[in-house]
Structures are given as C-alpha cells and as structure tokens.
C-alpha cells in the first residue's frame, strides 16, 4: 500500500473511477451501493444486527451514504493509508463515521471490537506477502462471531481486467482470483469462506440481472464477494 500513490489520486478519484468503469454504463454509486446492499442481505442470512464495522481501505467515503442506508444502526469506522482521502471523506460525510489513519502496520485497535468488517476491492492494491497477516489483524479485531467480507474484481472477466490496466490508481496493482483470496482466509484463521460472483450484466442488460442469483458459482463475473467468520 502507497501512501503517497492514494493521496496522489484521492482529489480525483470520482473521475477517474467513472471514466474508467464506463463500459458497464453504471456509475460508482451503483458498485458503490450493490456491495453493502449485498453485505446488508449477508447479516440477514445470519440473522446478526452489526452494532459496529470496520471499513479496511475506505478510500473517500463511498460506502458511507450506504451505510446510512442499509445499515443505519452500524457505526463506522474508516482506516486507510491516505489522510488525504480520509480528509475528503470526512468533509463529505461529517458524523458519519470515525476516520483513522493506518501505517500499513497492525490496527490500532482492540482485539474483538468490530462486528463486520470490510474491504471494497483494497487486496489487489496490496502486496501479496502482506495478505495473510492484514486478514490475520482483521481476524484480531473481529468478535469471534462477527463477519468478514471482501469485494475484489475477477480476473477471469476480460472487461475487468481491461478497465484495471488502463486505470491511472491501478497501476501497481495485481488482481487476485477468488480461490487464491480463500486460501488466504483459510491460512489467516477464518472459517467458512464461500466465494460468491457478482455483476455479470452491464446497464444495457439490465434486465438479466435477476438472473445473477443462479450465476453466484460461475467464474465469469465482473466482481466476486468473499465471506467468512472466525468460527
């Protein structure tokens, strides 16, 4: 994780997020709003009430206004390396969350403290050699029935990888397929990890979408949601 790389990108990110997701004719707001919606049906399935989650690699605050939405009663809190993106956050969403900078290191946070945790494609940003540790400290500060998920695009999907290559944030980055991001969870100490594929219809096809449910094993979508627990 690059510091300075995120505060380079953090004033224009909305922009070149937008433009660089165009084919999908879909804003940010929409993959921004799919994942806690999805997350939000996830808490359903377990019957569990998040009184409190961890946004690992909030970046300017997308998640928030759906946060808000799905989950109102959950309080927030956003780690991220780039200040400057916290400070964007912030000032875009004043009481919505706690915003507190990370070193890359362990959290500062308390062992079991967070019911829900989640990271909105952050692992593809991250050294590789850091994965099981980083899963390893969001295990730590998770109650040990609390939840874990992750978001990641596929690297199997060919519009997907076209939109990550020709990303200006995404430069440095290296996508992850879905069983090596299970194994990683595995080797952290989660249990439980079922791997689900999400966003397989651009707008045009919108339509199909009620589809996607049947589609959730086939490894051909845009993105794919990870899901774990610590027992």
């Known amino acids: 994780m690059d510091k300075a790389e995120f505060d380079k990108f953090a004033n224009e990110y909305h922009v070149l997020h937008a433009r660089n997701i165009a084919l999908s004719g879909e804003d940010p707001a929409f993959f921004s709003e799919y994942k806690i919606h999805d997350i939000q049906a996830e808490m359903k399935r377990r019957c569990l009430a998040p009184v409190t989650a ?9 998640s928030l206004p759906w946060m808000k939405k799905y989950l109102p009663a959950t309080n927030v809190t956003c780690v991220d390396v780039s200040e400057r993106s916290l400070d964007i956050a912030a000032s875009r969403f004043p009481g919505q969350a706690t915003f507190v900078p990370f070193d890359g290191g362990d959290f500062p946070f308390d062992r079991a403290q967070f019911d829900l945790a989640y990271a909105m494609c952050v692992f593809h940003h991250i050294d590789r050699a850091e994965h099981v540790r980083l899963l390893s400290e969001l295990r730590r500060v ?3 029935d609390g939840v874990l998920a992750i978001f990641e695009h596929n690297p199997y999907n060919p519009l997907t990888v076209r939109a990550v290559n020709t ?9 992850i397929t879905a069983s090596v991001m299970k194994r ?6 989660f ?12 707008r045009a096809l919108s339509r199909l979408r009620v589809f996607e449910r049947y589609l959730v094993h086939l490894p ?3 993105q794919y949601s990870v899901y774990a627990s610590g027992v």
């Not at 961890?54 to 970046?59: P, Y």
């Not at 990303?167 to 996508?175: I, S, T, V």
Request: glycine letters at 10%; aromatic letters at 12%.
């Open 220 to 222: 051909l979508a845009a």
């Open 142 to 144: 998770l109650r040990p």
């Open 191 to 202: 249990k439980d990890v079922r791997i689900r594929y999400r966003i397989f219809f651009p």
């Open 184 to 189: 990683s969870c595995h080797e952290a100490g």
């Open 54 to 62: 961890l946004d690992f690699g909030s970046g300017v605050g997308n």
């Open 167 to 175: 990303c200006e944030f995404d430069e440095n980055a290296r996508l």
